[in-house]
């Protein structure tokens, strides 16, 4: 990364920042114009660091995220439902497995050490 870059980004961060820092150094102005020194400051962030090397990376990895994220074979609605009960059943059943080991082992270790049991 080139010192240009990291200059880049070091004002990106300060951007966000001020932008909190105008937010809660005045608390006597309205909330709707607070909230916009947040947004403010968020979007000038990110198109300052959008203009540096690993902001512009980071838009390239995005964009192939999204397009991969289009080939991707969803499940139909009766799929997602039908493989969601599966998973529920499966959690129910394995629930009662074992909360019955757990009560074989309560009651062997009150029979060994003779506080009921049998």
């Not at 010192?3 to 920042?17: E, F, P, Q, T, Y």
């Not at 937010?23 to 203009?51: D, K, T």
Request: glycine content about 10%.
């Amino acid at each position: 990364m080139t010192l240009a870059d990291r200059i880049k980004i070091i004002v990106a961060i300060a951007c966000v920042v001020l932008g909190l820092w105008g937010y809660y150094n005045y608390v006597h102005m309205s909330g709707g114009l607070r909230a916009l020194m947040i947004f403010g400051g968020i979007v000038a962030g990110a198109v300052v660091f959008w203009l540096s090397s690993p902001g512009k990376e980071f838009v390239v990895f995005a964009r192939e995220a999204w397009q991969e994220g289009a080939r991707v074979a969803w499940p139909s609605r009766q799929e997602t439902v039908k493989m969601t009960l599966i998973v529920f059943a499966f959690v129910v059943v394995m629930a009662l497995f074992l909360f019955f080991i757990d009560q074989i082992i309560a009651w062997l270790i009150k029979l060994f050490m003779g506080t009921g049991g049998a």
